[in-house]
């Protein structure tokens, strides 16, 4: 049931509608958790096949997404995140495929012993049942989810968000038909994105129906399902993502790694939003980044110290206290000279997300006093921040990044899915 005293704002008609979603979701949830891994492979290369196939149709809903969106005046970060071009439908199938290829986490033995009674014990993962998922503007993120719940055996609640509702809306049928088709029931995969935000409400009250709820989005998204949800949360965290560069980081690769973590998706939340630079290296570095961020584009916000590092016709924006905090998700970029790597590692630690950090550097002490000193769901020696990422990580499709401290840290695949119960097997073995 959901918590009615929660919902009594709510229009009768979407409190009904979503609890019987949820509740369908629910009774599906038995049949997938009981389903062999041949069978959820099955239905992950139908849900493949289908999306390839009615690739023409995808792309003529989301068009319809990206038309309104435009007339809204949509942030273009947004509007990326929201197209589906026929490259991207068959990265999303491929992504599918390989979730396929990834061990089944279901029954793997966490722990196992003998006690001295002679009692067999053990600890296996068990899918968690039904996954609830809130997100925006994001129609990939609608078979990814499906995809890794399906094949950690859970049923899955999808709202997306209004922003791609005719891509999700579509993308939901051909989910529940590939499903359908061999022989899972369609209902372990469900939409509500009809019933708008208040049915996102009543699913965060359905604490008997739904087991975990994950969002996935800005900050204010997800700030709204963590304070108002009953159901238990996976907190994903919004990315302010850092770059340090030491006092000896290497003039090439610093400008390499720092131009692919801002400009090569610049939407994403893996994206770079805050560089600091070591007083040593300013004078070394900043004049050959800032010329290849501002050829690429990238407005850099910055205080006089940076800026009088700027070669000629490079331009710097004023910084303000309020852009260390920000997550631009486009082309823009916060620059700081800090005096050592401890001012860095505080300033990471005043205004970080908690997502992912970088230190580049050529010395081994520094690097590991980074690594240990900052308390992010991901840290990096002389790498893209941009590698934070499922797939990346061999996970294959993912959740999100989760920036929290419970059982899924970091990019959330099939085992995140999970949770874990106990069996014990005995002989007639009796408490003493």
């Known amino acids: 049931m959901t918590d009615t005293s929660r919902t009594a704002d709510i229009d009768v008609k979407t409190v009904r509608g979503v609890t019987r ?25 139908a849900i493949a096949r289908t999306l390839l196939d009615n690739a023409d149709d995808i792309r003529a809903a989301n068009a319809e997404d990206i038309e309104t969106a435009r007339k809204k005046d949509t942030p273009e970060a947004m509007i990326d995140r929201l197209t589906l071009t026929e490259e991207r439908i068959a990265q999303i ?7 396929i290829a990834l061990p089944d986490p279901v029954g793997d033995i966490v722990h196992g012993r003998t006690l001295p009674n002679g009692i067999l014990l053990r600890q296996e993962r068990v899918p ?3 996954v609830g998922a809130i997100y925006e503007a994001r129609p990939n993120v609608t078979v990814d989810i499906a995809a890794l719940a399906l094949k950690s055996g859970n049923a899955v609640v999808l709202r997306g968000g209004s922003a791609a509702k005719s891509s999700n809306t579509l993308l939901v049928e051909l989910l529940r038909r590939a499903v359908a088709s061999v022989g899972l029931p369609a209902e372990a995969v469900a939409g509500i994105d009809e019933y708008g935000r208040a049915g996102a409400q009543v699913l965060m009250q359905a604490r008997d129906h739904v087991d975990l709820l994950i969002p996935r989005g800005g900050a204010d998204l997800i700030a709204t399902v963590v304070r108002e949800s009953i159901v238990p949360v996976i907190e994903t965290g919004a990315g302010n993502v850092h770059m340090y560069l030491d006092s000896s ?15 090569q998706r610049p939407s ?91 230190i580049v550097t050529n010395e081994l002490d520094k690097a590991e006093h980074f690594v240990r000193a900052i308390d992010s769901a991901a840290v990096g020696v002389n790498v893209s921040t ?42 007639g073995q009796i408490r003493e």
């Open 93 to 99: 199938a491929g992504a599918v495929r390989e979730v």
């Open 128 to 130: 968690m049942g039904v």
């Open 249 to 263: 980081a290497p003039v090439g690769m610093a400008g390499d790694l720092v131009l692919n973590s801002k400009a």
């Open 21 to 45: 979603v949820v509740r369908a979701s629910k009774a599906a949830s038995t049949a997938v958790a009981g389903a062999s891994t041949a069978l959820k492979n099955a239905a992950l290369e």
């Open 268 to 358: 994403v939340c893996n994206a770079l939003e805050t560089l600091l630079v070591h007083e040593k290296a300013a004078k070394r570095v900043l004049p050959k980044i800032l010329a290849r961020l501002d050829a690429a584009g990238v407005v850099v916000h910055a205080d006089a110290d940076v800026a009088a590092h700027a070669p000629d016709g490079v331009r710097t924006k004023r910084v303000t206290r309020r852009d260390w905090a920000k997550e631009y998700l486009a082309l823009e970029l916060a620059v700081k000279i800090v005096a050592d790597i401890d001012e860095a590692i505080e300033h990471i630690r005043a205004y970080s997300s908690g997502h992912t950090e970088v």
């Open 386 to 427: 941009r590698f934070t990422d499922g797939g990346e990580f061999g996970l294959g499709a993912e959740v999100g990044i989760s920036t929290q401290k419970l059982h899924a840290r970091g990019p959330m695949g099939l085992a995140q899915l999970t949770t874990t119960k106990w069996i014990m097997r005995g002989s």
